[in-house]
C-alpha cells in the first residue's frame, strides 16, 4: 500500500522479493510510487527507474546497513498490511545485518523514515486502542470539569487489601514506602482540601498471585467527586463509557445500562459480574424436589439449574462431558442431573427412578422449558453451588456460542455488601475498603445486624468482566471511627495507619465519591482480546517475572548495605 500502491501481494502479505521488484518495475498503479523517503531522492521521482532503487536499498538509509536484496526473503511478522495499524510495504524486505533481535521477530526500528514507523505494530493492534481511550478519557473528563492531578508513588502501607510491594528509605533505614495500590486515600484528601472534580490516568501496584487478567502493575482510570450521590456517579461514569464505545469501536448504547442489585446477580447467576450476553437465569427447586427418597436433592441446601434452549439432543457422551466438567476440582460439584423435554414435551432424566413424568412437568413449568430443551441442574451448599452453576451456565454459552466477543451487554451491579465475614480469622472486613458509605437506612443494623448492611457501592460489569468499580465514601468523622471499631481497629491502630484522614475529617469534608475503571481491562475488551498481557507493553509472566529485563533480579551487596537489608531467601 504506501509504498506502492499495487505492490500489496509482492510485499505487504509477505511475497518474495521478485514480486515486489516486479511491482516495482512494472511501474503498476499508475507509475504511483509514493515519494515518501526524501532520502530516496531520484530513485522515487524517476518513477520506475528499478537500478537506483534497488542500488539505494543496498546502500542502506540512515547508516543502518541492509542486507543484500536477495530473493526469498519474506515479511518479519505476518500482518504489516492487513491490521491497518501500520501500512508497511518494504519493511517487508529488510533484515538488519546480524541482528539476532530482528531475526527473532522483535523489533524493526525506523529504517525507513515515514515508511517503517516501528516495530511489529501490525501484530499489536491494542497498542493505538490504549492511546486512542487515554485520549478520549481526558478530553471527556477535562470538558466535565476534571482536574488531572498526579498523585505520590511512594506512600505509607496501610492494611485492608492486597499485599503492598515496598520499598526501603535509604535515608530513614529500617522504614518503608509502598507503592500505591490505589490513590483512594489521596483523592479523598484532595476532595476535603476543596477539589471539585478529579481524575487520573495512574499506575498502581498490587503483590497478588497471577491470572490472564491480573498484573502486579496495571493502569487505572482513577476519578473522585464532591457533593455527589451513587446517581450521579452512575449517570457520569455510563456516558464516558458509552463515548469510548462510540468512539473506539463505532457502537452508540442509546438505552441506560441495565442495573441490577449484589444480591439478585447472585442469585440468578451465581456471580457478581454476570455475563449478560444471553439468558440461562438460575431457577431455584428445592420445594419440587423434595419427599422422593433422593437423599442427593433431600439433603441439600440448595437445589437449582439453568434451561439450555434446543439441547434436548444432546448425547449420553456430551452430558457425560458435562459431568466432568462440573465435577473438576476447581468447580467442585458432585455430579449432574438432566432432564431431556422432546419435541412431543415428554421428560427423559437421570432419576426417573425417583421422580415421575408428571413430577419432571412440573419442574420444566418452572423453568419455562419448551419441547426440544434441556435442563441442567446441581444440588449442594447454596454459595458453593451457584458458583458451580456460574460456571456451567459459561461453559454452555460458550458451547452455544452466545459468548461473541463484538456483542456488548453492560450492566451495573449495585448494593453490595458493606462487609464480609472471615471464617478463619472470624470476624468482618470491609468487602471493598474502611471507607466506603453505608446506605443511610442501614446505619441502624451497624451493630445488630452487621452482615446485612449494604454499601453505597456498583461496579461496571460488561460481558462478566469486571472493568471497574467505587462507591460512595464516608465523610462523617463519627461514622468513620465507627467502622474502623466494627473491623477491629482499636482507636491507636486506626490512628497510627490512617491518622492523616482521620485528622482532615475533623476540618469538615464534603459528601463525595468516585470510581475506577482498569484501563488495561478495558483496552483489551475493546480489542477483542482474552488477557490484559496482550495490551500492556512489557507485560510480567504469571511468575511475576519481566522476561526482557530479568526483572526482578538479586541486588549487589553494597546496595543492600546502604538500605541496611540482610536478605534471608526461602529454600
Not at 514507523?117 to 485520549?135: F, L, S
Not at 482513577?222 to 455527589?228: A, H, I, N
Not at 490484559?532 to 551487596?557: H, Q, T, W, Y
Request: net charge negative; hydrophobic share 40%.
Amino acid at each position: 500500500g504506501l509504498v506502492v500502491e499495487g505492490a500489496n501481494e509482492g510485499a505487504v502479505h509477505g511475497g518474495e522479493i521478485p514480486q515486489l521488484v516486479a511491482a516495482i518495475a512494472g511501474n503498476k498503479a499508475g507509475g504511483a510510487i509514493a515519494a515518501y523517503l526524501p532520502e530516496a531522492g531520484e530513485a522515487f521521482a524517476g518513477g520506475g527507474m528499478i537500478e537506483r532503487f534497488v542500488r539505494w536499498l543496498a546502500a542502506g538509509v540512515a547508516g543502518v546497513q541492509l542486507y543484500p536484496v536477495v530473493q526469498n526473503v519474506r515479511c518479519i511478522g505476518k500482518a504489516y498490511g492487513s491490521s491497518g495499524i501500520c501500512a508497511v510495504s518494504l519493511c517487508t524486505v529488510l533484515r538488519l545485518y546480524n541482528d539476532p533481535a530482528v531475526q527473532g521477530g522483535f523489533i524493526v526500528p525506523c529504517v525507513l523514515g515515514k515508511v517503517c514507523r516501528a516495530g511489529i505494530a501490525g501484530e499489536h493492534q491494542p497498542v493505538p486502542a490504549h492511546d486512542t481511550a487515554v485520549c478520549a478519557i481526558r478530553h471527556r473528563q477535562t470538558f466535565a470539569g476534571g482536574l488531572e492531578v498526579e498523585t505520590p508513588v511512594l506512600i505509607k502501607s496501610t492494611p485492608e487489601g492486597a499485599r503492598d510491594f515496598v520499598v526501603p528509605s535509604r535515608m530513614n533505614p529500617g522504614e518503608f514506602y509502598a507503592l500505591p495500590q490505589s490513590p483512594q486515600t489521596l483523592k479523598q484528601l484532595l476532595m476535603v482540601s476543596g477539589f471539585d472534580r478529579y481524575f487520573q490516568i495512574v499506575k498502581c501496584f498490587r503483590d497478588e498471585d497471577l491470572r490472564a487478567d491480573r498484573q502486579p502493575e496495571f493502569t487505572q482510570i482513577d476519578c473522585e467527586m464532591s457533593f455527589v450521590e451513587q446517581e450521579d456517579v452512575l449517570n457520569i461514569f455510563e456516558g464516558m463509557i458509552k463515548h469510548l464505545f462510540k468512539k473506539i469501536r463505532g457502537i452508540e448504547f442509546n438505552e441506560p445500562f441495565l442495573r441490577m442489585t449484589w444480591a439478585d446477580a447472585m442469585k440468578y447467576y451465581g456471580s457478581d459480574k454476570p455475563d449478560m450476553r444471553f439468558g440461562m437465569k438460575f431457577v431455584e427447586m428445592k420445594d419440587l424436589t423434595e419427599g422422593h427418597n433422593f437423599v442427593v436433592f433431600d439433603s441439600a441446601e440448595y437445589v437449582g439449574g439453568i434451561c439450555a434452549e434446543g439441547c434436548a439432543t444432546y448425547t449420553r457422551k456430551q452430558l457425560d462431558e458435562l459431568t466432568e466438567f462440573v465435577k473438576r476440582p476447581q468447580i467442585g460439584a458432585k455430579g449432574l442431573v438432566y432432564v431431556r423435554f422432546d419435541e412431543n414435551g415428554t421428560p427423559k432424566s437421570s432419576v426417573d427412578k425417583f421422580y415421575s413424568a408428571d413430577d419432571l412437568k412440573k419442574w420444566g413449568e418452572r423453568f419455562g422449558a419448551k419441547p426440544g430443551d434441556l435442563l441442567l441442574i446441581l444440588a449442594g451448599p447454596a454459595m458453593k453451588t451457584r458458583k458451580a452453576l456460574c460456571e456451567l451456565r459459561l461453559e454452555m454459552g460458550s458451547r452455544l456460542g452466545l459468548r461473541d466477543k463484538d456483542t456488548f451487554a453492560p450492566l451495573w451491579v449495585i448494593d453490595f455488601p458493606l462487609f464480609e465475614w472471615d471464617e478463619e480469622t472470624q470476624r468482618f472486613y470491609a468487602m471493598h475498603h474502611p471507607f466506603t458509605s453505608p446506605k443511610a437506612e442501614d446505619i441502624p443494623l451497624l451493630d445488630s445486624d452487621t452482615g446485612a448492611v449494604r454499601a453505597n457501592a456498583y461496579d461496571m460489569v460488561i460481558n462478566g468482566v469486571e472493568l471497574g468499580g467505587g462507591s460512595i465514601r464516608i465523610h462523617d468523622s463519627e461514622l468513620q471511627d465507627h467502622m474502623f471499631r466494627l473491623l477491629g481497629f482499636t482507636e491507636e491502630q486506626a490512628l497510627d495507619q490512617f491518622g492523616f484522614l482521620i485528622n482532615a475529617f475533623k476540618y469538615g469534608a464534603p459528601p463525595h465519591g468516585g470510581l475506577a475503571f482498569g484501563l488495561d481491562r478495558l483496552v483489551s475488551m475493546f480489542a477483542g482480546l482474552d488477557s490484559i498481557r496482550d495490551c500492556i507493553a512489557f507485560p510480567k509472566n504469571n511468575s511475576g517475572r519481566d522476561v526482557m529485563l530479568n526483572a526482578p533480579s538479586v541486588l549487589a551487596e553494597s546496595q543492600l548495605e546502604e538500605l541496611c537489608i540482610k536478605v534471608n531467601p526461602k529454600n
